[in-house]
C-alpha cells in the first residue's frame, strides 16, 4: 500500500510560472523525501526535510512539512522546460527513517509549456 | 562515482520463462534495494539488502520472485515463471548506511514485458 499521495494528479503551466504539488501521509515519520522523475534521468532524489523541520530550501525548490496535518509541499519557483517530470513524495516504510524502504505516492505529473 | 547500473534495460520474455536481473550499486554504498514500478504508480519496495544478508523480504510479490546479493557487492533479482502480470519497471536503488543517511540513489532501471 502507498501512504504518500500527492495532489494534483497532473498540473501543466508556463514556463517561468511556479509550479506547487502537495503530499499527503498516514502515520509518523522520522522525515519526507522528493523524488524527481523523467525518461533522462530516472528517478532522482531531490530533498529531505526532517520531521523536527518545517521548511526547507535548495535552489529553486521549496518543501514544508506539517506533522499535524501529515502534509508537505513542494514548490518549484520560475520553472523552467527541463522541470517536466513526475514528482513523488517517499516516507519510510517501516520505523528507522527510510533506511529499510521507502513507500511512495503516484506522484504528480508536472508539464512546463514553453 | 559512476552511479548504479542495472543489466539489461530491457528484457522481453514469454510468460512462463524465468529473467534475471542484475544491479550494480554505488561501490561505497552497502545498502540496496528492489522496486517495481507499474504505469502511472510510483515505485513499489520489494526487497533489500545490508552487505550481503537481506534484511526484508516480506515484500516480494510471491514466491517466484528472489534476489541474492552474494558477496555484497552486485545483487540480482530473478522472477520465475514469468506471468504478463510482472510486466513493469524493475529499479535498484543504494544508499550509505550512516548517520541520518536515508537517500536513495536509483539505477535506471530494467522494463520486463512478458508476451
Known amino acids: 500500500s502507498q501512504q504518500g499521495e500527492e495532489d494534483p494528479q497532473a498540473l501543466s503551466i508556463q514556463e517561468g510560472e511556479n509550479a506547487t504539488m502537495n503530499c499527503s501521509y498516514k502515520t509518523s515519520i522520522n522525515n519526507l523525501q522528493w523524488y524527481r522523475q523523467n525518461s533522462g534521468r530516472g528517478l532522482v532524489h531531490l530533498i529531505l526535510i526532517r520531521s523536527n523541520e518545517r521548511e526547507k530550501h535548495s535552489g529553486r525548490l521549496r518543501v514544508t512539512l506539517d506533522t499535524s496535518k501529515k502534509s508537505s509541499s513542494l514548490l518549484i519557483t520560475a520553472s523552467r522546460a527541463a522541470d517536466t517530470a513526475s514528482y513523488f513524495c517517499a516516507t519510510a516504510l517501516y520505523s528507522g527513517g527510510g533506511a529499510d524502504g521507502l513507500t511512495f505516492g503516484k506522484g504528480t505529473h508536472l508539464i512546463i509549456q514553453p | 562515482d559512476t552511479g548504479v547500473s542495472q543489466d539489461p534495460r530491457h528484457k522481453i520474455t514469454k510468460r512462463g520463462q524465468n529473467v534475471t536481473f542484475r544491479c550494480d550499486p554505488i561501490?561505497?554504498?552497502?545498502?540496496l534495494y528492489w522496486y517495481r514500478q507499474t504505469l502511472g504508480q510510483g515505485p513499489e519496495f520489494l526487497t533489500y539488502f545490508q552487505n550481503e544478508a537481506q534484511l526484508e523480504k516480506s515484500r516480494l510479490l510471491s514466491d517466484r520472485f528472489s534476489a541474492e546479493r552474494p558477496k555484497g557487492s552486485f545483487s540480482t533479482l530473478e522472477i520465475q515463471r514469468t506471468e504478463q502480470g510482472d510486466s513493469a519497471m524493475y529499479l535498484c536503488?543504494?544508499?550509505?548506511?550512516?548517520?541520518?543517511?536515508?537517500?536513495?540513489?536509483f539505477g535506471p532501471g530494467t522494463r520486463l514485458t512478458v508476451t
Open positions: 536503488a543504494s544508499s550509505y548506511r550512516g548517520a541520518n543517511s536515508y537517500e536513495q540513489y
Open positions: 561501490s561505497e554504498h552497502n545498502r
